[in-house]
């Protein structure tokens, strides 16, 4: 994240012409990768541990903390946010922030989180208390979270991730493989079954995100089908989009493994799924409703806007091909079972 809001940083200063605080906005804005748009590639269930889908996940989840600093930076080098800059060294920026913001995030997503499941599974596993539909628990959640994370200003974002995060950690004990997985039960089974409430909440709240995730990209797509006929490209992303795709993100992943055992297929797959959507287009509109200039608003949708059209296009059309094609090899690389090697 932060390799690529330099390189976009420095490309939008030495080869589009933007000024410094309008480039690391820009950076701020293409730098993170969609956590919903990149479903396909991410961890399907808890007891997944592929290192792709791990990464990319991870990525995903936060984005938030890493480019909404960027985003403020940019705002305050352009003068319409308050850095500090007291002797220069824009104390507000890295204390508000950069240190509050995610580490508030963080700490408030983990504990509503965690309360909230452990609430929910006292009562339903001592008391047998069904406290009714757990979807609509989690929408709950996530609303709870990032009200309380925009009154105390830090992160919604990093803090519904941190809030799902502590929410599926406390179940981990009792998680039940989809292989074994237990039957849909009635509410008047459900209420009795206190000892299985934590599987079959997790169960509930996984396919909750999976229907909204469908949602949030169907409402996306919409959205950028009626922002195109508002906009005018300029010629210049013709050639930014094969060098962020191909260039600045390949580059960025490599240098950010370095150290790590993510090698070969895995690694040029997270170099190719840096998947931009709904993210880019939230800290977008973020900027411009800080108002501003008209014509840099103009460029900065032209810009956001065609690449998140081509990531859909690329990434959509070649994430089922790539991904099976991957998962291919991880089978015919893994050893047979040994009650499959032996003889009958």
């Known amino acids: 994240m932060v390799i690529t809001v330099a390189a976009i940083t420095a490309l939008g200063v030495w080869v589009m012409g933007l000024s410094l ?22 961890v399907a269930n808890t007891g997944d541990r592929d290192r792709l889908r791990f990464g990319l996940t991870g990525e995903g989840g936060l984005n938030d903390g890493t480019a909404f600093p960027f985003v403020m930076l940019g705002l305050g080098l352009l003068g319409l946010h308050d850095l500090g800059n007291m002797g220069g060294i824009g104390w507000r920026w890295w204390v508000v922030d950069v240190l509050w913001a995610v580490a508030g995030g963080l700490g408030l997503g983990w504990l509503l989180g965690t309360l909230v499941g452990r609430t929910i599974l006292y009562l339903r596993m001592r008391h047998r208390e069904a406290l009714g539909t757990d979807e609509f628990i989690a929408l709950g959640l996530i609303a709870l979270t990032y009200g309380l994370a925009l009154l105390s200003q830090t992160y919604g974002f990093l803090a ?59 409402g996306m797509v919409l959205a950028v089908g009626v922002l195109v006929a508002t906009v005018q490209f300029r010629s210049e992303v013709l050639w930014f989009i094969p060098v962020l795709f191909l260039v600045i993100r390949p580059v960025a992943v490599y240098i950010g493994l370095l150290g790590t055992p993510v090698k070969g297929a895995q690694r040029r797959l997270m170099s190719w799924f840096g998947i931009r959507g709904i993210g880019s287009l939230y800290y977008l509109l973020y900027a411009i409703s800080h108002e501003i200039e008209p014509a840099l608003a103009q460029r900065l949708l032209s810009i956001t806007l065609a690449v998140v059209i081509a990531s859909v296009i690329a990434h959509g059309i070649s994430v089922t091909p790539l991904m099976k094609q991957y998962e291919a090899r991880k089978a015919a690389a893994k050893p047979p079972d040994v009650h499959q090697r032996k003889s009958p």
Do not use: C, W
């Open 160 to 218: 519904v991730f941190a809030a799902g995060l502590a929410l599926r950690r406390i179940d981990e004990p009792n998680y039940v493989p989809p292989t074994e997985a237990l039957p849909a039960l009635s509410p008047a089974e459900h209420k009795a079954s206190g000892a299985e409430a934590p599987a079959h909440m997790m169960r509930a709240v996984q396919r909750f995100n999976s229907q909204l995730e469908s949602f949030v990209e169907v």
């Open 21 to 42: 605080g309008a480039s690391v906005l820009l950076g701020a804005i293409l730098a993170p990768t969609d956590p919903v748009l990149a479903s396909d590639v991410q």
